[in-house]
């Protein structure tokens, strides 16, 4: 994903976003196989955001995340917002790929579910005081990304249909759970996909976070390398 040589080693820990109504965690699976939940390298960008490998036998899989600044939709105050960049590189045949987030440790007061718009599949949680979203690319993006070739194969176009039936594309499970199901990868495949988690004060007329979480992986990659101020 990026050099690692000048990078400093961090002690390895799980990938995990604190917020106000609970903690946002990570999971991925190569076919069968379940990536341990803390990596197998753990490097620190100069800028705080943080580099997780895992090195399984068919694929390396990377997880750049940080905190980065993101301007309100409306001019107002700037959103709290974590970006994570999963990079999938297939060394030998991969047969599916799953990517989810979850948030967990819920209060008891806080409820929620799907909450996607155009090209943005999202999950929302609120209580009287939080709104706090969860969001990436929809079934509909992932097969335009696809048919670009840049952010995943080409051939993966043909295999995302925008259909609920399909084997592959968005899914969801209560309270806050959404999972990406992609095809599999060929030797020397590369999947790239942009996870991005952001909270704000509750204001029904006012969703800061689920705008802030539609951010494209070119925007939210060149944040998280971004030199120092």
Known sequence: ??????????????????TPLGITGFSVTLGSDLLPAEPDTL????????????????????LLI?????????GGAPV????????????ARVSGLIVS??????????????DSGECLAAVSVENEHFMVSIGGPDAELL?????????MPTRWARQLPTDATSEYGVRYA?????????PGLATGEV?????ATAWCPRDDDRPAAWFAVDIPLDTAYLQLIADPT
């Open 43 to 62: 490097w620190r960008l100069p800028n705080g955001s943080h580099l997780h490998r895992w090195r399984h036998r068919n694929a390396t899989v990377d």
């Open 191 to 195: 999947a790239r996909l942009c996870i």
């Open 143 to 151: 097969a335009m990304q696809a048919a670009d070739g840049r952010l």
């Open 101 to 114: 987030a979850e948030l967990t440790d819920l209060p008891a007061d806080a409820y929620g579910g799907p």
């Open 174 to 182: 209560d309270p806050a759970r959404i999972e990406w199901h992609l």
């Open 1 to 18: 994903m990026l050099p690692t040589d000048d990078l400093a080693q961090a002690d390895r820990r799980r990938a995990v976003i604190d």
């Open 66 to 74: 940080g905190s980065i600044d993101v301007p309100a939709w409306d």
């Open 80 to 91: 709290p917002m974590w970006a994570g960049i999963w990079q999938v590189e297939a060394r």
